[in-house]
């Protein structure tokens, strides 16, 4: 019995070893999502008229109620109908994990440009933060923003940017 303790202790250890020279050579800040659910396209709307290009990622002063800071993700919108285009204020982070997209982030409550109302008239190109707490974005692979009523964004990781 003694014996077969100490081959589990033993194995028990050398997965460890494995995990932990993994995460040192990986260099990697392992990144907790507080969601982790496949992406369903089924519910979500999309405009042809209005084309979308991230622009730039700045850090605020402000924080989450875990004191995590948020980025402001910079959206260019152009508007390319004959029609007023607004944005909602739900957007969502989606983050690609094994050929699926998954949401990690959501945020339906306020959002810079959604939640003030504004607009983008025919013909124009506006810019407009999107806030994220800046730990959804320092996973390395592929995001994207996800904006109501619009259509999706590619967002570069931030790894390593702001730390």
Request: contains cysteine.
């Amino acid at each position: 019995m003694k014996k077969r303790i100490l081959c589990l202790l033993g194995r028990t250890g050398a997965a460890l070893a494995l995990v932990l020279v993994l995460i040192v050579f990986s260099g990697s800040r392992q990144v907790i999502f507080p969601i982790w659910i496949e992406a369903d396209e089924s519910w979500m709307e999309f405009s042809d008229g209005i084309q979308l290009e991230f622009d730039h990622v700045e850090l605020t002063d402000s924080k989450t109620s875990a004191g995590e800071p948020y980025v402001e993700v910079y959206v260019r919108m152009t508007n390319l109908t004959a029609e007023r285009g607004l944005p909602d204020s739900l957007y969502v982070v989606e983050y690609f994990n094994q050929g699926k997209w998954y949401d990690v982030y959501y945020n339906i409550a306020w959002s810079m440009a959604g939640g003030a109302g504004f607009v983008i008239d025919p013909g124009t190109t506006e810019t407009w933060p999107w806030w994220v707490p800046l730990n959804i974005l320092e996973a390395d692979g592929p995001y994207r923003l996800y904006l109501y009523g619009l259509g999706y964004c590619d967002i570069p990781s931030q790894r390593g940017v702001f730390r």
